[in-house]
């Protein structure tokens, strides 16, 4: 049975994700902040990716499913903040790039350190099972990585650093030789708890909608999947809009 753990699943999409693996057959170890929340789950950790017991916390739910061969950083915060407090912009920060880098840097440590080809001279006690499978990491980033929001400057701005450390994430894999697959997930606007729910966002998807083709481009091992084909369409004319002019438009506002 294929073993997947992922981070950030008390709702959303990553909950979504984890229910679709769970149907599929998957083993699933789960954690996030609100752990009154993943008691449905077999498997499950309280966890704050920003704390220093973050690994700790990902170590044990590996060794309760007894190894790992996808994980899924879904933990993540997003917040409308064009005062641009301070507060706000670190937490942002903290979040999503020093809580997302310790994650996936555990989670590619670990796939070098099992899914390396033993080697003839090798009496490892490790059968030859547990390296053949591939790794894979998978990531919730977000089509506000293509182009910033000025009213989400820190959300942009670290979704964008997230697509781009698993791009160089995927090159040192290449380098190594490392046998690890890397996905970016890159949603439009789902309703989810990170969005205000007293506000108007084009083209919204259902969270089951936006969850289910999460699941299928992890499932496909889909290098980047902009979710849905409406907002890859709107984000390849974004890529297309010179600075000058993007800095000129007006999205949703606070």
């Known amino acids: 049975m294929k073993r997947a753990i992922i981070i950030g699943a008390t ?7 984890a229910m679709n693996l769970v149907r599929e057959g998957w083993s699933v170890g789960v954690a996030g902040r609100r752990v009154e929340l993943l008691d449905g789950f077999a498997v499950y950790e309280r966890i ?40 706000v912009e670190k937490h942002t920060f903290d979040v999503n790039g ?18 390396q080809p033993l080697s003839p001279t090798d009496s490892s006690p490790k059968t030859g099972e547990q390296y053949e499978r ?8 977000s089509i506000a990585g293509t182009k910033p929001l000025g009213t989400a400057v820190a959300y942009s701005a670290t979704k964008r650093m997230q697509s781009h450390y698993l791009t160089g994430l995927a090159q040192l894999a290449r380098m190594e ?9 890159r949603p439009g606007f789902a309703a989810t708890d990170i969005l205000n729910p007293n506000k108007h966002y084009p083209m919204m998807m259902k969270k089951e909608y936006a969850g289910r083709l999460a699941t299928r481009a992890i499932l496909k091992k889909r290098r980047v999947a902009v979710i849905d084909w409406k907002f890859a369409v709107l984000t390849l004319f974004w890529a297309l809009i010179p600075t000058w002019m993007w800095e000129r438009l007006t999205f949703v506002k606070n």
């Open 98 to 115: 020093y809580g997302f880098m310790r994650m996936v840097d555990w989670a590619y440590n670990y796939f070098k350190a099992t899914r």
């Open 177 to 185: 030789g490392l046998k690890i697959r890397f996905t970016d997930i």
């Open 11 to 17: 709702s959303g999409l990553g909950r979504e994700i």
């Open 48 to 87: 704050d990716v920003t704390t220093e017991d973050a690994v700790n916390v990902v170590e044990r739910l590996v060794e309760k499913l007894g190894g790992m061969d996808l994980f899924v950083n879904v933990a993540g915060v997003g917040f409308q903040n064009p005062t641009l407090d301070p507060k």
């Open 134 to 141: 591939e790794g894979h990491i998978a990531i919730i980033s």
